[in-house]
């Protein structure tokens, strides 16, 4: 995978901007409009998206990141996620004085927690449950928002709550260990999905 292409997909939704795939076409959702040069690059690379698309690919969930109101670093990539696992099981082994087993286990339940704030869930649908799809009904009594990063919510049933959280935990945990973080990974025979 190109790295100017997760540059370009970063760079949109670093403008608060969305790509999702219309049949062959690509179809670009922004606040404001995306700048030219930007514009050219995704064209410049449309099958190489539609591909990463299409595929439900880690890498493209993985370049995902927050804006710069949550704080988050902005130039982390697929590549820096050992970096930054690392880097907390080290700070927890000796400024925490933990043993390396429980530095580590610490570090990769940040981790996930980290991936999942700057990865916000996919096509998420304001009048829908995120996990069952039902329609949310009475807002508050039926459902209730639950913030993803990226200046989004989702719209969650009172007992599709802990269903959810657990399937994105399973995302978070198979994308970082595709990148090489390999504490607690699940075989390859495993659904994330449930």
């Known amino acids: 995978m190109k790295q ?10 670093e403008l608060g901007g969305s790509i999702a795939l219309d049949g062959d076409d690509l179809a670009l959702s922004a606040p404001a409009p995306l700048p030219d040069t930007l514009i050219s690059e995704l064209r410049a690379h449309k099958p190489e998206i539609v591909s990463l698309l299409r595929d439900g690919s880690d890498k493209l969930h993985m370049c995902r990141v927050s804006p710069k109101s949550f704080g988050a670093p902005q130039n982390i ?3 820096n996620w050992l970096e930054w696992y690392s880097e907390r099981a080290a700070i927890l082994e000796y400024d925490g004085e933990l043993d390396r087993f429980e530095a580590e286990r610490q570090a990769f339940e940040a981790t996930i927690i980290h991936w999942m704030n700057l990865t916000p869930p996919p096509n998420l ?6 996990q069952c799809g039902d329609p949310i009904g009475r807002i508050g009594n039926d459902a ?21 959280m657990g399937r994105r935990r399973r995302e978070a945990i198979k994308a970082l260990c595709t990148v090489g973080i390999i504490v607690d990974c699940p075989s390859t025979d495993e659904q994330v999905d449930p």
């Open 144 to 164: 209730v928002p639950f913030l993803t990063g990226g200046r989004r919510h989702a719209w969650l049933h009172h007992g599709c709550h802990t269903a959810w």
């Open 77 to 79: 990539d697929p590549t």
């Open 4 to 13: 100017v292409v997760l540059a370009a997909i970063n760079r949109t939704r």
């Open 125 to 130: 649908n304001g009048d829908e449950c995120a």
